[in-house]
């Protein structure tokens, strides 16, 4: 066999494999994605939003508590992380800059992004569910804190660090402080790239659940009380999902829709400004 | 002809990343109200020189300045020495142009806000006054909220000058301000350099050496970290002593 034909029929055989293996992750992919639509907006009621659990096996009742829940617990972790995500990113890319240790930091962080989630709810079990004797919101909320922070960190340090150093020196020499250099300056140069991480760190923990079963728990009464368990929708569905009603399925169906809805939207709207950004 | 020194360099040696030697004892007056060029090749010198000036180099590790630059009585080196007070009195225009990523006319008044102005009709009074000074008001007057960065280079450059006219600083240095411009642009800068003088002393580094013959009263030759020559601009470019400075500027090396 000549060399041309070896090269032709190695060619043909890549793409057909690669096309394959493309349209192998994305049959799946629709094939979820298309699932949960389906069932999802069958089982999406208006009166979801608005009821409170009933007794289980009995028809009717909603997710109002889960919703409620779901955003409390994300609204507080947002508080919390995005703060520390954003001054650590601060520390490393500004006063830190070029040292071994924020070198240390920014790889750590990279670890933890990639360490399981339930590694992170076990961890704050340990830390603040077991020795108060029980689940709470707060729990909830710095546990997903903790998966936010090293994402807004590292976001944060790497979009600061993108800024030119030009910018900095130019306000310096204003006689400016480096407080106020960094603040009105720099971070104005990097605002867009921030805020994307932001909400990209957001989605990614709006649908966690293994970090809330050890820490925030669930709870099937509607309850404003973060000292006290809370209901998430993702713990919601795991536990509607393995229940025997039909009408516990039905919703469990509904919150999933919901949540990936929720979670698309974030992404976009992180896409969008990243977008917009890139236009200016 | 007696003129006032606004600066006096006394034997200044510099040091970058603890040991690199970038100026070998190096003295020269500054006039006031006078534009002083820097001129050199490459890797000379020049411009570690003029960020002496507003203690630039402490942005960054393992410096070391030795030597003396006199301003109003007190060497600037010295380590006492409010870096925000001085940097705010000794403006600074770089290579490339620096706008902030605001409005034009937040640019301006960023300088302002940090002298504590805060009286919004007295803001727009200066920044308009700035532009003008900068000769940049007609051209950005019905678009002082728009993005700095829509601005032409020679406008952004322009800009930046305005900014660091409006904190009314005494001194203002130029780091290769025309380098990254046009030849227009470029002649309507050296046009306010000149302008400038009446009100500022000025020091400014450039590669351009007609351009170092049109702007400036006194010029110094740097090499290697040593200031060769230093005279006024007329003898160095007419009839220069040193034979290096010679051959500088007619162009045989460099």
């Given at each position: 066999m000549d060399l041309e034909k070896k090269r032709k029929i190695e060619s043909i055989a890549a793409l057909v494999f690669s096309t394959l293996a493309a349209f192998a992750g994305l049959f799946w992919l629709v094939f979820i994605l298309g699932d949960v639509i389906i069932h999802g907006i069958g089982a999406l009621k208006l009166s979801l939003f608005f009821n409170d659990p009933v007794p289980a096996g009995m028809a009717g009742g909603g997710l109002r508590h889960a919703l409620v829940g779901q955003l409390m617990t994300t609204f507080f972790a947002t508080l919390i992380g995005v703060p520390v995500g954003v001054l650590g990113g601060t520390f490393l890319a500004e006063y830190a800059r070029r040292t071994k240790y924020a070198r240390v930091i920014s790889v750590l962080a990279d670890i933890i992004v990639s360490v399981p989630s339930i590694v992170i709810g076990t961890f704050i079990y340990a830390l603040l569910v077991r020795p108060l004797g029980h689940f709470s919101g707060w729990a909830g909320s710095v546990a997903l804190s903790l998966i936010m922070i090293p994402v807004v960190l590292r976001t944060t340090e790497d979009m600061l660090s993108m800024v030119p150093w030009t910018l900095r020196e130019a306000a310096f020499a204003l006689g400016a402080p480096y407080y106020k250099v960094i603040i009105q300056v720099v971070y104005r140069g990097a605002a867009t790239g921030i805020l994307t991480g932001i909400l990209l760190s957001i989605a990614r923990v709006a649908g966690e659940t293994a970090p809330l079963m050890f820490t925030s728990f669930n709870n099937n009464f509607f309850s404003w009380d973060m000292n006290r368990p809370i209901a998430s929708l993702t713990?919601?569905?795991?536990?509607?999902?393995?229940?025997?009603?039909?009408d516990w399925h039905q919703q469990a169906w509904a919150a999933s829709f919901v949540i990936t809805v929720f979670i698309l939207i974030?992404?976009?709207?992180?896409?969008?400004v990243l977008k917009w950004r890139f236009k200016q | 002809m007696t003129l006032n020194i606004e600066f006096s360099v006394k034997d200044l040696d510099f040091y970058y990343n603890g040991n690199v030697h970038a100026l070998k004892?190096?003295?020269l007056p500054i006039h006031r109200n006078q534009v002083t060029a820097l001129i050199g090749p490459s890797g000379c010198g020049k411009t570690t020189l003029l960020r002496c000036f507003n203690r630039m180099h402490d942005l960054y590790p393992r410096h070391r300045y030795e030597g003396e630059i006199i301003f109003e009585d007190r060497n600037i080196l010295a380590d006492d020495v409010d870096l925000i007070k001085l940097r705010s009195r000794i403006g600074m225009v770089f290579q490339k142009p620096t706008p902030f990523p605001m409005s034009i006319a937040e640019n301006i008044a960023y300088g302002l806000r940090l002298k504590g102005v805060r009286n919004k009709g007295e803001l727009t009074g200066r920044i308009e006054q700035a532009l003008k000074n900068a000769a940049l008001w007609e051209e950005v007057r019905n678009k002082m909220n728009a993005n700095a960065f829509d601005l032409s280079g020679g406008q952004q450059q322009r800009l930046v000058i305005a900014r660091a006219l409006a904190v009314e600083p005494e001194v203002l240095l130029f780091d290769e301000p025309t380098s990254a411009l046009d030849p227009i642009s470029t002649a309507k800068i050296e046009e306010l350099v000149?302008?400038?003088?009446?009100h500022i002393t000025i020091i400014i580094v450039t590669h351009n050496m007609q351009q170092a013959a049109r702007v400036s009263d006194m010029t110094g030759f740097m090499y290697l970290g040593e200031l060769i020559e230093f005279g006024s601009t007329e003898k160095i470019f007419t009839n220069p002593d040193n034979k290096q400075t010679d051959d500088y500027i007619t162009g045989r090396f460099g």
């Open positions: 713990v919601t569905i795991f536990q509607y999902a393995m229940g025997p009603y039909d974030l992404t976009l709207l992180g896409r969008f | 004892g190096v003295s000149v302008t400038l003088k009446k």
